[in-house]
């Protein structure tokens, strides 16, 4: 499948099972080095950089932003069944990919996917209160203060116990301001399901293993939204990883690796 924007794909080489795995905004396929080395000796683990992100290039303006990550992400799917990981907006990317290609994967792990349109749905209060925390990031980039951006969107969503932005080094904020400008072009698709997945009988597709995953000092809004798509995916479990935030693969990669390895086992063997 030809894409206009290629993106560039790191390999984790490792065991026989094939995974692709999605990153969160302004992170890039490095973050899941410490997953992929301790699922090493089962999986061989390809990592997308998503536009705007590490080596693949900036998104051209040309069509939905979403749509693009999508499409060139199912152009670099490894042949045969593949195992899907998703984390945050990369949940989102991987649960499309899912939907649209449920013959090719195996299964299917989503770890804090930003599906707001759920929270929406079953707790608007709570999804209210989150637009009223990000408002001030899209003020920011409507601004053309994309520094800013990036430096409220970390706090908000960072590691809780990572390092404030100061003392990040000048490389790493240099990334994410790169990063956090998807954000206002992907708003629609994040918060209102552009895309239909809560249409009737959409998800309904998705008829392979699912794990969902949450961190249990995450903000409540996350777990609304893992145990919400739970109970609208046809064979979906979701469960919270005690002592983790929303930086699940970065901050505890041995944890979250235990988990998805027990799920494979018992759900979706090779």
Known sequence: MSVPQPLNVRRYEGGPRQVMAFHCTMAHSGAWRG????????????APDMLNHGSSPDWDGQGEVEDRIVAASAAALPEGPVDLIGHSF???????????????????????????????????????????????????????????????FNRLWGAQDGPRWPDLPEATRASMTRAVRIMEPARAAIYEDRAGLLAPGVLDGATMPVLILHGARSPEVMRTICEGLARRLPDA??????????????????????????????????
């Open 35 to 46: 997953v992929a080395a301790a699922l090493s000796d089962l999986a061989t683990i390809d």
């Open 90 to 152: 990369g949940g989102k990317i991987a649960l499309r990919l899912a939907v649209a290609y449920p013959g090719r994967v195996r299964s299917l792990t989503l770890i804090e996917p930003v599906m707001f349109s759920v929270a929406a749905a079953d707790a608007p209060e709570l999804a209210q209160a989150d637009a009223t925390q990000m408002q001030p990031v899209f003020d920011a980039l409507k601004a053309n203060d994309d520094a800013l951006a990036a430096r409220l």
């Open 237 to 270: 479990r979701a469960t919270a990883v005690q002592g983790g935030d929303h930086m699940l693969p970065i901050t505890l990669p041995k944890e979250v690796a235990a988990t998805i390895r027990a799920f494979w086992d018992t759900w979706a063997p090779v």
